[in-house]
């Protein structure tokens, strides 16, 4: 009876604690998810974000020590870089030469104080010798209005000045109309505008643009005098337009003008990258008459070549032969060997006489207005060939006029520009009748109405774009349409030339081996009826 009255006190007590159990297990589960939450959780990130930062911590380490390294390495190269040159400037010839540039550079400041401070009225070209960052003495020339302008400058730019000096025949040598001036490649020219535009795009001013440029073509030393006069000029105040004028010939008058045009609209970044397109455009153009010209001119020199080549020395072996056997030569052999003889006996004469030809047509062509223009007239009537030069021309022309009536260049400073810009006579007199339509009032359609090197369907494009007010499209669309043209004919005209020059080529070739062959079957037929 004591023992079932336990039990049955067990089973209440145990049923009465069970939901204590149950209360106390959901508040262990609670603490442990808040646990989870405030602690854990908290654990397993901050662990996750230290193995992270250990990794940022090891890579950056090891770029730091790189840098480390990498800055050691300069710091000893400049050790001994100082070393070489103390050792240097003690040898005594060195010494000497220090002592007599600082002798100049004393002299220097005793002139600029009196006449070298004197500016001229017009900008006149400086010879400097000075030295520059690297420590080294160089010589170049500048354009300047005084000797304390060019002497701030090149203080400016972290030169040590010793001297500078001008004369006429310094302005003679290196001035704008030298016969030393250096003309901007295309190529050089699209790299310098496209890069240009690109730093002024990042707001990198114009004059700290140049010098960049400047420091990025050092190996083109034959434009740096050009661009550190631009960069004195920009530093004294000029406009770009006008320090680009004062380089001579060294960038086109094209370009020149549409700065000018742009500096006066403030779309000087726009102009920039417009002209940088057009000299690309250029130069595609450019490089196709190029390859249209090169193959023909390759095969022709080679088809000369071999034929003087067997004429000088194949055929008098042969005529040696002929001698021996005593073989009777008659008509085209005949012909050959006469040719081979003068050949051999005239070679000099005829080279020198060649090459004076062609530098008499060179320098009439040059210099010679009414010469030039027959040439070019000759030319552009040739079949397929002539068709490939009004292209090209008219490409040119209608692409730059769009381009100076897009930046806002008046028509009558277009039409010069073009007629400068062209070597073609042809061109040139069309531009120069157009000015003189222009100012009588006529359309500028009027010159081109019914002249042979004007395509009738570029006439009515212009008067279309004239007669709508749309003339920059239009000739911009002219453009486009001519430059196709141009691309399709000289590739015609490489398809079409090289089967012409290559039987060409076979056929002199085999008359001139039919022609030595021909005596060989009379010797085998009198050595036959022996």
Known sequence: ???????????????????????????????????????????????????????????????????????????????????????????????????????????????????????????RVFQYKARNKDGRVETGTINGYSKLDVNTFLLQEGYIVYSIETSKLIDFLYGETSVFAVRMSNKDLLFWLTQLSTYIKSGIPLTDSIKILNNQMQKKKKYKKAFQSIIYELTMGEPFSKA???????FPALLINMIKAAEA???????????????????????????????????????????????LFVIPEFVKIYRDTDAEITGLTLAIINLSDFLKANILFIVLLVIVICLVIYMCYRNIKAFRKKIQEIFMHAPLLGKILVYNELTIFTKTFSSLLA???????????????????????????????????????????????????????????????????????VSDYYAEEHRSLVNNLKAFI?????????????????????????????LENM
């Open 1 to 123: 009876m004591f023992r079932r009255k336990d039990s049955s006190n067990q089973k209440k007590i145990s049923v009465l604690f069970l939901p204590f159990l149950v209360v106390v297990d959901l508040f262990v589960c609670a603490f442990r998810g808040i646990k989870f939450v405030f602690f854990d959780l908290f654990l397993l990130l901050f662990n996750v974000a230290s193995g992270r930062v250990d990794k940022v911590y090891k890579s950056t380490k090891g770029l730091f020590d790189k840098e480390e390294e990498k800055r050691q390495a300069e710091l000893i190269q400049k050790q001994k870089r100082d070393k070489f040159l103390e050792k240097y400037n003690n040898l005594w010839f060195v010494k000497k030469q220090n002592a007599k540039l600082e002798e100049m550079r004393k002299a220097l400041l005793v002139n600029l104080q009196n006449e070298g401070s004197v500016r001229s009225s017009t900008p």
């Open 244 to 250: 680009l004028e004062k380089q001579g010939v060294m």
């Open 265 to 311: 609209t403030g779309e000087l970044e726009a102009t920039l990258t417009d002209m940088s397109n057009y000299y690309e455009e250029l130069e595609k153009t450019r490089k196709q008459m190029i390859s249209a010209i090169t193959y023909p001119t390759v095969i022709m020199v080679f088809a000369i070549g071999v034929i003087t080549f067997i004429l």
């Open 407 to 477: 930046n806002n260049v008046f028509i009558t400073d277009s039409m010069t520009i073009l007629s400068r810009i062209t070597n073609n006579e042809i061109y040139k007199e069309i531009m120069n009748e157009t000015i003189d339509n222009i100012v009588k009032g006529d359309k500028i359609s009027t010159s081109f109405k019914d002249h042979w090197a004007i395509p009738d369907v570029a006439y009515y494009m212009i008067v279309t774009g004239e007669s709508t007010g749309q003339l920059a499209d239009m000739m911009k669309k």
């Open 498 to 526: 090289e089967p012409i020059l290559i039987v060409f080529l076979a056929l002199v070739v085999g008359i001139i081996i039919l022609a030595v062959i021909i005596p060989m079957f009379g010797l085998m037929g009198s």
